[in-house]
């Protein structure tokens, strides 16, 4: 069950430092879901899978 169909934006994919486009993009939806999570006072689910397209 898919339960978000998030986008990262390219700004945020920055490889300079190393990291892979899998661990930026994760990072990113990771501190959505921490902002998300404040304003509804509810904790999202774990994040199982990635998919680039």
């Excluded at 899998?22 to 959505?32: F, G, K, P, S």
């Amino acid at each position: 069950m898919v339960t978000s169909n998030r986008r990262v934006s390219s700004e945020l994919l920055d490889q300079s430092f190393g990291d892979s486009l899998q661990a930026l993009a994760r990072t990113a939806i990771e501190d959505q879901d921490n902002e998300i999570a404040q304003r509804s006072g509810q904790r999202r689910a774990r994040i199982k899978s990635i998919a680039e397209v």
